[in-house]
């Protein structure tokens, strides 16, 4: 079938645009007063860290998971809903020191105890060994025959009731809560507009009011709304999308929002950037606990393999000038491929290659604006990633740090994906 390596040395840069800048230069470190109220709101902090690759006048801050003001520039791990075997051990390898996670409330509603759910049981371990947890809400209205609830009525109190399971297993344990995972996608089209934010601000407002209920003296847990999609796209830039970005604005309890760039070119990710901080509050600051080139890997699922590669690796995988990626990504989940030919079908990729330091780009033009609190990149191949391959299956298998599903282990180490672990490491120093 196919198979892939690489050990490229080729450093085509693909710098983020300076317009990322625009609207926002001068824009102090938020110093959020701890959790409680009024922490979206602080003003100017003097001595803010410096802007800088390393961050070293942030690393304190990066490190002491809660601390005053929260978190400022921390490129972190994300692990979705499937933690899978993540631990310390895998997160240590990476250099990472925060980590996140979604819910899918939908568990919790039907009995789940929040203690025993996967992704929160897995976070609070991981916030008992010193990482800086996130942990998502994720409402799944957009099934079919599914509709976002009322503000009133029981479908309303039973979702409140399973968000209160969530807080009190939660609240000053977990460093930060974001309301909702990705609305726009998990909404039907025609409710974006009439029930989504109605219902994501009566979320919010609940669990405002919750939060200062159990601590009134103040709460580790900081509170966001999130996250935002396809905001590259000026049509995605609905009254809508507006509304969610101005009720976090305008509710001083709420340190920001979270979003999702998850695109087919950094400079869609730019475009994506400079609307949400063109429309954010000065005083709030952004999450990016998912982005991606994930539209731009799916554009080569059905194109041929790089011929250099199948020259490479012909005889030995049984390719042909013809073999697609989608036929060898399924290949390497049945047949693993090694290291060197996995790093080779990525280096000899062109569409990788060029943007092979997409996710290290981003970060330094995240942290330049200095309102970025943490940015999240997957930290693993997950099960659902690998199961059935086809040509228009989104390729999240590539998005990893470790390629655990596709690539062999061997002495006892994790594999790694082609210089995207390598920049993740560095960019924790």
């Known amino acids: 079938m196919n198979d892939g390596k690489n050990d490229g040395k080729n450093d085509g840069k693909n710098a983020v645009s300076r317009r990322w800048l625009l609207g926002v230069s001068g824009a102090a470190v938020l110093a959020a007063a701890g959790c409680g109220t009024g922490g979206g709101d602080g003003g100017p902090k003097k001595g803010s860290a410096k802007k800088s690759d390393d961050l070293k006048g942030m690393r304190a801050r990066q490190d002491r998971p809660g601390a005053e003001g929260g978190p400022v520039g921390v490129l972190g791990a994300n692990f979705n809903e499937d933690p899978a075997d993540i631990g310390k051990a895998t997160l240590d390898g990476a250099g990472a020191t925060w980590v996140r996670g979604f819910v899918l409330m939908e568990e919790i509603k039907k009995g789940t105890d929040p203690l025993e759910q996967v992704a929160i049981k897995r976070l609070l371990k991981l916030r008992a060994q010193g990482f800086g947890t996130i942990l998502s809400l994720k409402f799944q209205f957009n099934k079919d025959g599914v509709t976002v609830p009322s503000p009133t009525g029981p479908r309303m109190e039973a979702e409140l009731k399973a968000v209160d399971k969530v807080l009190k297993a939660v609240l000053d344990k977990i460093d930060i809560v974001t309301i909702g995972n990705e609305p726009l996608l998990e909404t039907h089209q025609e409710e974006r507009a009439t029930r989504m934010n109605p219902f994501y601000q009566k979320v919010a407002a609940h669990t405002i009011a919750a939060r200062k209920d159990q601590f009134p003296k103040g709460c580790r847990t900081q509170?966001?709304?999130?996250?935002?999609?396809?905001?590259?796209?000026?049509?995605?830039?609905?009254?809508?999308?507006?509304?969610?970005?101005?009720?976090?604005?305008?509710?001083?309890?709420?340190?920001?929002?979270?979003?999702?760039?998850?695109?087919?070119?950094?400079?869609?990710?730019?475009?994506?950037?400079?609307?949400?901080?063109?429309?954010?509050?000065?005083?709030?600051?952004?999450?990016?606990?998912?982005?991606?080139?994930?539209?731009?890997?799916?554009?080569?699922?059905?194109?041929?393999?790089?011929?250099?590669?199948?020259?490479?690796?012909?005889?030995?995988?049984?390719?042909?000038?013809?073999?697609?990626?989608?036929?060898?990504?399924?290949?390497?989940?049945?047949?693993?491929?090694?290291?060197?030919?996995?790093?080779?079908?990525?280096?000899?990729?062109?569409?990788?290659?060029?943007?092979?330091?997409?996710?290290?780009?981003?970060?330094?033009?995240?942290?330049?604006?200095?309102?970025?609190?943490?940015?999240?990149?997957?930290?693993?191949?997950?099960?659902?990633?690998?199961?059935?391959?086809?040509?228009?299956?989104?390729?999240?298998?590539?998005?990893?740090?470790?390629?655990?599903?596709?690539?062999?282990?061997?002495?006892?180490?994790?594999?790694?994906?082609?210089?995207?672990?390598?920049?993740?490491?560095?960019?924790?120093?």
Do not use: C
């Open 223 to 429: 509170l966001y709304m999130g996250a935002l999609n396809d905001l590259d796209d000026p049509v995605n830039r609905t009254a809508a999308v507006r509304e969610w970005i101005g009720f976090v604005n305008r509710t001083p309890e709420l340190e920001g929002v979270d979003i999702h760039p998850h695109v087919a070119s950094a400079e869609d990710a730019t475009k994506a950037v400079n609307f949400v901080l063109g429309e954010l509050s000065e005083k709030k600051k952004f999450l990016v606990t998912e982005f991606s080139l994930i539209k731009l890997y799916k554009q080569q699922m059905a194109r041929p393999l790089p011929a250099k590669f199948v020259a490479l690796y012909k005889d030995e995988l049984r390719l042909t000038p013809q073999t697609e990626l989608w036929e060898l990504l399924r290949y390497a989940e049945e047949h693993r491929l090694t290291q060197k030919q996995w790093n080779d079908l990525l280096r000899l990729s062109p569409w990788y290659e060029r943007n092979k330091h997409f996710m290290r780009d981003q970060v330094r033009a995240y942290r330049k604006t200095d309102r970025l609190a943490v940015a999240t990149y997957g930290v693993q191949q997950a099960h659902a990633m690998v199961e059935d391959i086809r040509e228009t299956t989104p390729p999240w298998l590539l998005n990893s740090l470790y390629p655990v599903f596709t690539v062999r282990h061997t002495k006892g180490e994790l594999p790694r994906n082609y210089t995207v672990f390598d920049d993740f490491k560095a960019l924790q120093r």
